[in-house]
């Protein structure tokens, strides 16, 4: 996990998330702030076999 606090006071934090529970995360991030969460993917990982 990453995180890097701005000049306005935001916070930009970059961690890695399974696929099954990155829906309910985004949920629960927009209802705890009231929808002002911006979110982004940044890479996609699959896992393969060499």
């Not at 935001?10 to 399974?18: G, H, I, K």
């Not at 099954?20 to 995360?25: A, E, I, R, W």
């Amino acid at each position: 996990m990453k995180e890097e606090w701005q000049n306005d006071g935001s916070v930009v934090v970059l961690f890695e998330v399974p696929g099954g529970l990155q829906s309910n995360l985004l949920n629960d991030l927009n209802h705890l702030t009231h929808g002002s969460v911006e979110t982004r993917i940044v890479e996609n990982k699959t896992k393969g076999t060499g």
